[in-house]
C-alpha cells in the first residue's frame, strides 16, 4: 500500500484534470454518481479543449468503474483517475486505480486537481501502534490510549485535595498527614483505573505520563501502576496544561520519544546482527544475494534491510527485433528505473524499447520473508548502527534461525 502511494504521488497530470474521490462505507452509490453526473456538466464548460476532454474522459471512466459497486464495500473506496503524461505533453494516457482501503473512509471527498490527493490514504497507514497515556497533576488526572493519530479519553478524574495552604482550623500536622493520605489514595485511584484500561489492549507499546508539576515524577515512581505497565513508561513530560488539554499536548510531543523508541529497537536489532558476526556463530548472512537465497531456504529469522536501499529489476524489450534484456539497477525506484531504460535505444538496431517487466528488490524480499514466516525490519540510516547496515553490508542483512553450514 505504502509503495501504491508512492506511485500515485509521483504522477501528475498537465492540468487540473486528475480525479480523486473518497466514498465512505455508509454513502450510497447511487448518490455519488448523482454527484459524479452534476461535476460531468460542470466540466463541459471548460474552456481549453484537452483539459476538457481529459476530465470528461476521467469522469466517463470513474462512473464506469463505481457502477461495479451495488454499493459501498466495508471500508468504502477510493479512486484515482486521469490522463497522466507517459513522457511529455501529448502522450497522456488514462490512469485508474481503485482501491479498498484497509480502515473505513472516513468522509466523501471529491477534487480534480493536478495530483491525486491521497493523504487521507497515507494518515490511515501510520502505525497503528497503541499506547497509553496519563496526564497527571495535584488537582485532576486524565487517562487515554493513542492508537495511530486518534486519542480516545478514557477517565477524568479529580483528586477531591484541599490545595496545600487551606489548612483551615486544623493543626498542621494533623492537615499534612491526611492530605498525604489523600495524595496517596488518588495515585491508588489513577492507577487502578490505568491497570484496568491499558491491560485490556493487548498490543500496548508502551506508557507516556505527562503533567504539569513534579506530580507526575512521584506517580511514575511509586507502586501504582501494575509492574508489567510500569515497564512500559516510556518517558514522563512536562505539559503546560493538566487533564484533557494536557493529552493533546502529549501526544504532540510524543513523536519526537517514539522515534527515539523506534531507534532504539534499531540500534538493538543491528547490535544482535553484529554480535553474532563478531562471534563467528554462522548465524547471519548480508548482501543481496545471501540474504535472498536464506531467504528461499526459509532459514532467515529476522531481514533487515535499509531504507536507503533500493533496487528494480527490468526486462526491456526492442519493439522493432528480437532483443531482450534483464537489468537491475540499483539506487532506482521501478518508476525512475523504467523511464531511464525507455529512454535508451535498442543496442542492436536502435529501435525503441519498452519495458516489459518490472520487479522491485525491496518487494520481492519482502514477499519471500512473508511466505517463510520471517520478520522484517525497517532500518532507517538515523543511527550509527543504521549507517553501516548501508555501508558495510549492502542494505541487506539478515539473522539466521540456525546456524548455516
Ligand atoms: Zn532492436
Given at each position: 500500500m505504502q509503495r501504491s502511494l508512492d506511485l500515485l504521488d509521483s504522477k501528475?497530470?498537465?492540468h487540473t484534470e486528475l480525479i480523486s474521490l473518497y466514498v465512505p462505507p455508509e454513502k450510497q452509490i447511487s448518490d455519488v454518481m448523482n454527484q459524479l453526473r452534476a461535476e460531468y456538466s460542470t466540466a463541459s464548460n471548460i474552456k481549453s479543449r484537452t483539459t476538457r476532454r481529459n476530465v470528461l474522459d476521467a469522469l466517463e471512466k470513474t462512473m464506469q468503474r463505481l457502477r461495479l459497486f451495488r454499493e459501498s464495500p466495508p471500508n468504502g473506496l477510493v479512486i484515482f483517475c486521469g490522463a497522466i503524461p507517459q513522457n511529455g505533453d501529448g502522450t497522456e494516457k488514462m490512469e485508474t486505480y481503485v482501491i479498498e482501503p484497509p480502515e473505513p473512509t472516513p468522509i466523501y471527498y471529491y477534487r480534480c486537481d493536478q495530483r491525486f490527493h491521497t493523504e487521507p490514504l497515507h494518515e490511515m497507514l501510520r502505525e497503528k501502534e497503541a499506547y497509553g497515556i496519563i496526564v497527571i497533576d495535584g488537582n485532576d488526572a486524565a487517562i487515554a490510549s493513542l492508537r495511530g493519530r486518534s486519542l480516545s479519553l478514557i477517565r477524568k478524574m479529580t483528586s477531591g485535595l484541599p490545595g496545600k495552604h487551606d489548612a483551615g482550623g486544623q493543626?498542621?500536622?494533623?492537615?499534612?498527614?491526611?492530605?498525604?493520605?489523600?495524595?496517596?489514595e488518588y495515585y491508588k485511584r489513577i492507577g487502578q483505573h490505568a491497570n484496568d484500561a491499558f491491560l485490556q489492549i493487548p498490543d500496548l507499546k508502551g506508557i507516556i505520563i505527562g503533567g504539569p508539576g513534579p506530580t507526575k515524577e512521584d506517580f511514575s515512581k511509586g507502586e501504582y501502576l501494575q509492574y508489567t505497565l510500569k515497564n512500559k513508561i516510556l518517558g514522563v513530560l512536562d505539559t503546560a496544561y493538566s487533564s484533557e488539554e494536557g493529552l493533546d499536548e502529549v501526544v504532540q510531543k510524543a513523536t519526537e520519544i517514539l522515534k527515539e523508541v523506534r531507534y532504539v529497537e534499531e540500534k538493538n536489532i543491528m547490535q544482535a546482527f553484529l554480535y553474532e558476526l563478531?562471534?563467528?556463530?554462522?548465524?547471519?548472512?548480508?548482501?543481496?544475494d545471501e540474504v535472498r537465497s536464506a531467504l528461499k531456504r526459509s532459514i532467515v529469522r529476522i531481514l533487515l534491510i535499509s531504507d536507503s536501499f533500493e533496487e528494480s529489476r527490468l526486462t526491456t524489450k526492442c519493439l522493432n527485433?528480437?532483443?531482450s534484456e534483464t537489468i537491475t539497477l540499483k539506487g532506482a525506484s521501478p518508476e525512475a528505473a523504467t523511464q531511464k531504460l525507455e529512454a535508451q535505444l535498442c543496442p542492436k538496431c536502435s529501435g525503441n524499447v519498452k519495458v516489459v517487466e518490472v520487479e522491485d528488490v525491496?518487494?520481492?524480499?519482502?514477499?519471500?520473508?512473508?511466505?517463510?514466516g520471517a520478520q522484517i525490519e525497517i532500518i532507517s540510516t538515523q543511527t550509527e548502527e543504521g549507517n553501516m547496515l548501508k555501508n558495510g553490508f549492502g542494505g541487506v542483512a539478515s539473522i539466521l534461525r540456525f546456524r548455516q553450514e
Open positions: 501528475t497530470g498537465r493543626s498542621a500536622r494533623r492537615f499534612e498527614r491526611l492530605r498525604e493520605q489523600g495524595v496517596n563478531g562471534h563467528d556463530t554462522g548465524k547471519i548472512t548480508y548482501g543481496e527485433c528480437d532483443y525491496v518487494d520481492e524480499l519482502a514477499n519471500l520473508a512473508e511466505s517463510s
